[in-house]
Nanobody, 120 residues
Framework: QVQLVESGGGLVQAGDSLRLSCVASGRTFSYYMVWFRQAPGKEREFVAGINRSGGRTYYVDSVKGRFTISRDNAKNTVYLQMNSLKPEDTAVYYC??????????????WGQGTQVTVSS
């Protein structure tokens, strides 16, 4: 069993940065780790993923060059560094764990989410 707890969200202005963290209880080193988001009235959207070793990362086109996902398996923690934030990044951000391609939105575990609000 894996439990995921996100933190680091908040209210920022366009152009600012935030760093989200996801701490896992349980063994997550065998999973792809992902960040996905859901804005009000919109479908869930894959944002970023990272493979088991941390050597390969995946991003949705809209965040490439602005967001960076990383993981520290020794700390059971995944991070999402978000720079140059835009109002359209406003959403609840969730951390997830998957055994398949993280872009498939098929997660074995996910957290409660952390709100990110970007004002213009």
């Amino acid at each position: 069993q894996v439990q995921l707890v996100e933190s680091g969200g908040g209210l920022v202005q366009a152009g600012d940065s935030l760093r989200l963290s996801c701490v896992a209880s349980g063994r997550t080193f065998s999973y792809y780790m992902v960040w996905f988001r859901q804005a009000p009235g919109k479908e869930r959207e894959f944002v970023a993923g990272i493979n088991r070793s941390g050597g390969r990362t995946y991003y949705v086109d809209s965040v490439k060059g602005r967001f960076t996902i990383s993981r520290d398996n020794a700390k059971n923690t995944v991070y999402l560094q978000m720079n140059s934030l835009k109002p359209e990044d406003t959403a609840v951000y969730y951390c997830g764990a998957s055994q398949v391609d993280p872009r498939r939105l098929e997660y074995d575990y996910w957290g409660q989410g952390t709100q990110v609000t970007v004002s213009s």
